[in-house]
């Protein structure tokens, strides 16, 4: 059973669109993230939620809004995507201060 | 600012040679540190993880990583590599002195590992 998944695992779009990012855990964690790798491989984090409340928003634009409906799952809409945007999109979870457990990844490229 | 240090970006080694990947942060006070790894077209998976105690700590695949207050380092080590272990190496360091507490998990840049046969 996977614990974090991510879904799709592969999106192409064209500049201007909106698009979502599905992300559920089964593991029971109460805190999720999303990080961006970029083309050279460096994480960055943008968001963590804890309890479906956010308590991280590493000053990503606006058009990147994340939305929490419960405590498994954050979900990721992206809107006017533009060329920067492409990344490897990461969700994670973790208990309290326990070890954060990564999903697959979301490989985004836009055109 | 902070900052997770890995100094080297891009390491080739011959099978059966050791391995040592430095990782430092600029934080003082109570971390925890995290070694995950990245297969290529994989997803992070932990290797280890250091909160408290001893401050050796051995992970899977052979991996062990010390961790020196005194220096603020976290370096990874393997005593003899195989052609399975190229991957991306990513420190991680968390803590409670950063904004968002021990919410936020803040990487090194990575370490690029090739193993030749």
């Known amino acids: 059973d996977t614990a974090v998944s991510q879904t799709p695992k592969y999106l192409v779009t064209q500049m201007g669109n909106d698009k979502s990012i599905k992300c559920e855990q089964n593991?029971?964690?109460?805190?999720m993230y999303w990080y961006k790798q970029d083309s050279k491989k460096f994480l960055k984090i943008m968001f963590s939620y804890n309890n479906k409340e956010l308590i991280i928003n590493e000053t990503v634009p606006n058009r990147f809004s994340p939305k929490s409906p419960d405590k498994a799952h954050l979900n990721l809409h992206i809107n006017s995507l533009e060329l920067g945007d492409s990344a490897v999109y990461f969700c994670?979870?973790?208990?309290?201060?326990?070890?954060?457990?990564f999903g697959q990844g979301t490989r985004l490229t836009v055109v | 600012a902070q900052s997770v240090s890995q100094h080297n970006h891009h390491v080739i080694l011959s099978e059966a040679a050791s391995l040592e990947l430095g990782c430092n942060y600029s934080?003082?006070?109570?971390?925890?540190l995290f070694w995950y790894v990245q297969y290529p077209g994989q997803h992070l998976q932990l290797l280890l993880k250091y909160f408290s105690g001893d401050p050796l700590v051995k992970g899977i695949k052979g991996f062990e990583a010390e961790f020196i207050k005194s220096k603020f380092s976290f370096n990874l080590r393997k005593p003899s590599v195989q052609w399975s272990d190229t991957a991306e190496y990513f420190c991680?360091?968390?803590?409670?002195?950063?904004?968002?507490?021990?919410?936020?998990?803040?990487f090194g840049a990575g370490t690029r590992l090739a193993v030749h046969p």
């Open positions: 994670a979870s973790s208990q309290d201060r326990g070890v954060a457990f």
């Open positions: 934080y003082g006070g109570t971390v925890n």
């Open positions: 991680a360091v968390r803590g409670p002195m950063f904004s968002g507490g021990y919410n936020k998990l803040i």
């Open positions: 593991l029971g964690h109460d805190t």
